[in-house]
């Protein structure tokens, strides 16, 4: 049975903030949401706020992490840019999330079909978008298994872009930040990435 996290998020294990995610993508994919007393999670936030994971994704529209996870308010300190790129603000974000507000668990997530990652396939440019797809680029050279038609309109390269993408970002932010780096390598968090399937509701980890 569900149990607000907020109660013993600081007992948590790393490994039990993933199960919680999990379970919420079970629920959602199944039609399952919990019945939500926004009144009373109102009351026990308005003070203050335990989120169990930190998760850093896509602004795309069909990915919002509160309902693909089925979580509710204070449960997720949530960070979204398009193409879930790991710039500066997000690795302070996410620093804040997991030093201060003590979250067990980051996750990167992609998403399936995305249109930043297709917009770096592209190298498409414009204005401050570039930046963004910027931060994509080094994943077109780390995918070398497409030889040919390296370009939006091949949906096996994107995802295999997007795949190396989540994990690109999460190397980013353990190279980028001396405050995450240090509480992973003390097993105070686990990082996990992830990709959201827009089609099934289907959220697959990266277990490794
Ligand atoms: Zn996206």
Do not use: W
């Amino acid at each position: 049975m569900y149990k607000h996290p907020l109660i013993d998020r600081d007992k948590m294990a790393p490994s039990e903030a993933l199960k919680i995610l999990k379970e919420g993508n079970h629920r959602f994919i199944n039609n399952l949401r919990m019945n939500n007393d926004y009144p009373a999670l109102l009351e026990n936030t308005k003070n203050q706020q335990h989120p169990f994971a930190s998760i850093l994704s896509c602004s795309d529209s069909r990915a919002p992490v509160e309902l693909i996870f089925d979580q509710a308010i204070g449960d997720i300190f949530s960070v979204r840019l398009a193409g879930n790129i790991a710039s500066t603000d997000a690795i302070g974000s996410l620093e804040f999330g997991l030093k201060y507000l003590k979250s067990k668990l980051l996750v990167v997530l992609g998403h399936t079909s995305c249109g930043a990652v297709k917009a770096c396939c592209d190298n498409f440019e414009d204005a401050s978008i570039t930046d963004v797809v910027a931060k994509i680029t080094p994943c077109l050279d780390l995918e070398k298994t497409t030889k040919d038609q390296r370009s939006s309109t091949n949906m096996e390269f994107v995802q295999k872009v997007s795949d190396l993408n989540v994990k690109y970002q999460m190397k980013e932010i353990l190279e980028k930040s001396e405050i995450i780096s240090n509480l992973y390598e003390k097993n105070q968090i686990s990082i996990i990435g992830g990709m959201y399937n827009l089609e099934s509701g289907e959220v697959t980890f990266f277990e490794s």
